[in-house]
């Protein structure tokens, strides 16, 4: 994904990702594609509720789509029909906020 869109991102310095993304191969390409630094925001391993730093601001990405309609069900056949709706959805939210 980030060799398609690389030179669109050619100012990002600093990729958080969640703990599904872990591993040295996945922060090894991210820093031979966009010479950028990966950092995980894991979850606490007992399950407990505790604030980790950085973590909240994936928590809040996912809210942001789960307040979309549109998303609540899988309605399309396509995966990139799927892509697009969750880009729209960003969108809308950007756009509302500035």
């Known amino acids: 994904m980030f060799s398609l869109a690389s030179q669109n991102l050619e100012l990002v310095q600093h990729v958080m ?4 993304y872990t591993g040295n191969d996945f922060a090894d390409q991210v820093k031979l594609i966009l010479n950028a630094k990966t950092t995980v ?3 606490n391993e007992l399950h407990t509720f505790t604030v980790l730093p950085q973590r909240w601001i994936i928590e809040r990405s996912w809210s942001w789509l789960d307040k979309c309609r549109r998303l609540w069900k899988n309605c399309e056949r396509a995966l990139n029909s799927s ?13 509302k906020r500035y």
């Open 83 to 95: 892509l697009q709706m969750v880009v729209l959805a960003f969108l809308e939210i950007v756009l």
């Open 41 to 43: 925001a894991k979850r």
């Open 17 to 20: 990702v969640d703990g599904g």
